[in-house]
């Protein structure tokens, strides 16, 4: 549905005009699983979205519909409580804005929108994002943008129940057209790097799957990286996350750290090690050996970090021997969604229909594929 569409649907289901929000999902170059490690992530905001109308309800009341799976949440302002699935997202958001003081009353919302579920472009940040952005906007409150974006995280932690990074609400909230972030985590700083080569696109591999324990395995990641930095902690002080370690260190102590944390955390060290690398080559316009660093990271994810599945691999796999891919790697969490890839502009129909063809034969399954721009991060629209 087109902006237009969804203001006309507001107007006759509400009988008032509504405020517009665009809220993209985010693709990540590099730097994946980084973000809770007070790490470095390299993302941007992508032209898929989720669009929200939204206008006051004049009372205590919020109604928010959600057009693409024809459901609607009610609550009132005075008493969030936790509701189910996507609901969680605005309830969430609504009551952590009021936990920080702000005045938010109640509301009339539709949510339509183009960012496929599930396939790791962040969907769920660019719900918070429409909300956290979407209630400042309508009820003139004084949120800061990185307190929007802290606001999103914190209903993904408490009220969906994933401990994740700041990564994907950060990008939604901080995205500028033709501009990756260069995040640290830890002092949530960022410098903006151009990605604009007019030879080369970001083109996405949907694999279609999307493993039930992803949100369960993500957290007992997290949970390893931090059970790698208590052990470390006792050696080195200064380690206050693996942002602080070092391979030697975690070499030092490979008798003391469970295997499997050994390999989680060095990945991590690894990653961080290669965002920065990959920063400068970017810089440099030295695109070759950006792709390498993704294709290392792609590595590590499958065979360190272990979230990787086996569509993802694949679809990395078939780009090895097209000399028009400049690098390819699975994005996100893990467990399914997109693969991202570095295409050469004139190659990019060639190369779709080479990954739809070969993966349906493989999976018995169409992939999607997505021709992504780097775009400006939630606004609202006339
Ligand atoms: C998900 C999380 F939401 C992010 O915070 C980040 O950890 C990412 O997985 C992995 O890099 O998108």
Redesign the pocket.
């Known amino acids: 549905m087109q902006l237009d569409d969804l203001r006309r649907a507001f107007l006759r289901h509400f009988q008032t005009d509504p405020l517009l929000i665009v809220s993209p999902g985010r693709v990540?170059l590099i730097?994946?699983?980084?973000?809770?490690n007070e790490g470095y992530?390299m993302p941007g905001a992508i032209d898929k979205a989720v669009i929200v109308a939204m206008a006051p309800s004049g009372s205590d009341l919020c109604e928010v519909h959600a057009l693409n799976l024809q459901q609607t949440d009610r609550f009132y302002v005075s008493h969030i409580s936790q509701g189910e699935g996507w609901q969680n997202y605005v309830r969430g958001v609504v009551y952590f804005m009021q936990q920080r003081g702000h005045a938010v009353q109640g509301f009339y919302a539709m949510i339509d929108g183009d960012i496929p579920m599930g396939s790791?472009l962040?969907s769920?940040?660019a719900l918070e994002g429409a909300f956290s952005f979407g209630l400042h906007q309508l009820f003139g409150l004084e949120l800061t943008p990185l307190e929007m974006a802290l606001i999103g995280q914190q209903a993904?932690h408490h009220y969906v129940g994933?401990r994740?990074?700041?990564?994907?609400q950060y990008t939604n909230i901080f995205g500028r057209r033709n501009q990756l972030i260069r995040l640290d985590c830890r002092s949530l700083q960022h410098v903006y790097l151009p990605f604009d080569f007019p030879d080369y696109c970001i083109v996405l591999c949907n694999s279609m799957v999307h493993h039930s324990l992803a949100s369960s395995a993500?957290n007992e990641r997290r949970r390893q990286c931090e059970e790698g930095v208590s052990i470390l902690k006792k050696y080195h002080p200064e380690v206050k996350s693996l942002r602080d370690a070092s391979s030697a260190m975690l070499h030092e102590h490979i008798q003391e750290i469970p295997p499997k944390v050994y390999m989680r955390c060095m990945y991590v060290v690894e990653e961080n090690e290669r965002v920065l690398l990959a920063g400068s080559c970017l810089q440099q316009g030295n695109l070759e050996k950006f792709g390498d660093l993704m294709y290392a990271s792609h590595i590590g994810l499958q065979k360190q970090y272990e979230v990787s599945c086996e569509e993802l691999d694949y679809l990395v796999e078939l780009t090895l021997n097209r000399e028009d891919v400049i690098g390819a790697r699975m994005m996100?969490?893990?467990f399914g969604g997109c693969t991202i890839n570095i295409v050469h502009r004139d190659a990019v129909d060639d190369f779709k229909q080479y990954i739809v063809s070969a993966y349906q034969k493989k999976f018995h399954r169409v992939p999607e594929i997505y021709v992504g721009q780097i775009v400006d991060g939630v606004h609202a629209v006339d």
Request: net charge negative.
């Open positions: 990540n730097g994946e699983h980084t973000d809770y992530v790791g962040s769920s940040a993904e994933v994740c990074g700041i990564m994907d993500y996100g969490g893990g």
